[in-house]
């Protein structure tokens, strides 16, 4: 099983978590919302947990002074997210902030070699696009819970990106409908918990067998066939950022 963007730090028991996904075989990336997060959360790594720095854009205005704090601590891990930007109209005030963090952060990852990044592209498809054509070296963008038009998404298969789908986003008709759309050599599976939610609770990173099972449906497919597809992506993402530093 693959859970490619969880926060694992934001469970009322994140050790416990850690500890049940590695029991069972999770192949886990941690993602941060802050980059003073980054150190407390990558105590939680195990041999398939891996921790991603980020700075989610809606956190970008109130914490803008750590961005010195993720140049720093970008040499330590080649995994980038959750950033990107948010375009819902409650997040509107700090919407140069976002850009000015987003656009900051991808440089960085281009001047470091290229990262591998879980990006938040809600209500915010084209200008995340825009700066991921503007940054080509900044690494390989994953997509996380895709929900733009069928339009914004051929634009981004065009650019190269990568998606992680998870069971909420495929619990509904046009999740699946947009899944179906995605090559098949490009798709990942997350959770987004404890934020994403599965008959209304938390996810946790085992739930992602809920969206293995939609993801065999749509290719036609049986578990296994869908699962063994998935983890040979994995393993392809892994190798576009083998020799970085
Ligand atoms: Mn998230």
Sequence with gaps: MIDFHCHLDLYPDPWSVAERSEQL???????TTVPSAWSGTAA????????ALGFHPQLALERVKEIGLFAELLPRTRFVGEVGLDG???F???WHAQVEIFERILRLCADRGGRILTLHSRRATEPVLDRIEAV??????VLHWFSGSAGELRRAIDLGCWFSVGPSMLAGKRGRALAARMPRDRVLTESDGPFGQVESRSAFPWDVDRAVRVLAEIWGLDVRGAE???????DRLM???AGVS
Excluded: C, K, M, Y
């Excluded at 075989?25 to 993602?31: A, F, K, N, P, T």
């Excluded at 939680?44 to 921790?51: C, F, N, S, V, Y």
């Excluded at 063994?228 to 994995?234: A, F, I």
């Design 239 to 241: 190798e576009t950022t």
């Design 136 to 141: 080509p070296d900044a690494g390989t963008p």
């Design 44 to 51: 939680l790594e195990r041999d398939r947990i891996h921790t």
């Design 228 to 234: 063994q597809q998935l983890e040979n992506n994995l």
């Design 25 to 31: 075989g999770v192949r886990l990336l941690s993602v």
């Design 88 to 90: 819902t109209p409650e």
């Design 92 to 94: 509107r005030a700090s």
